[in-house]
């Protein structure tokens, strides 16, 4: 197997549990961390190509806010949280009691909350995977990205051996202070370990009650 395409059900159904587990982590950990509850609905999966991913993400001009994490160790790649200027804002606004002039003027320490965000959602899904493959993720220090979609997801395709064809796409919708939000995980793996990690999801699939 060498795309996402080629995911059977029960493989999927798997993928689906992993979202759930990191989604709820994230979201106990993103309660705390802006002492307020957040709901968060049951994650949708995706397999898009990079232009139905961009047409998913919003308009091609409206600026997104990426924090990029890449992953090493027994597996490769990177993983891509991307929120909306209006999440980024909430965000903000709801820890630090104020609100970015322009997300591409936020100062060092808005800067800092949006990368510990990012960090806090895809460091979730990535101890999942990590577990339920049993394997060994080291993650970067999160990387922020400020842009439109197109130009965002150009910059992990360019730099890095990722298989550009399918791309996994998790869309979270949060709810908080009455008011909702979307922000999508996106993960890309290197060619050769993107095989390697859908042969171990069939491995791992008869000991796991979905």
Known sequence: METYRELDEISKDILMEI???GAGNAVTSLSQMMDQPIELEI?????????????????????????????????KG??????????????????????????????????????????????????ALSQFMNIEMDVSVPELCIDMAGAILSYPLSHWVIVSDDILLIEN?????????????????????????????????PWIRL
Do not use: W
């Open 78 to 127: 990177i993983f891509l949280f991307m929120l909306s200027e209006t999440f980024t804002n909430a965000v903000i606004e709801a820890i630090l009691g104020r609100r970015a002039q322009r997300i591409m003027e936020m100062d060092e320490m808005e800067t800092s909350l949006v990368c510990e965000l990012g960090n806090i959602m895809c460091g979730s899904y990535i101890r």
């Open 43 to 75: 994650p949708a999966l995706k397999v898009l190509s990079y232009q139905e991913v961009c047409r998913v993400l919003g308009q091609p001009e409206e600026l997104q806010t990426g924090i990029l994490v890449e992953v090493t160790g027994q597996m």
């Open 19 to 21: 979202g759930n587990i």
């Open 173 to 205: 919708r949060f709810q908080m202070s009455g008011k909702a939000y979307r922000g999508h995980i996106l993960f890309l793996p290197e060619q050769e370990d993107l095989g390697i990690m859908l042969h171990r999801l069939r491995g791992v699939a």
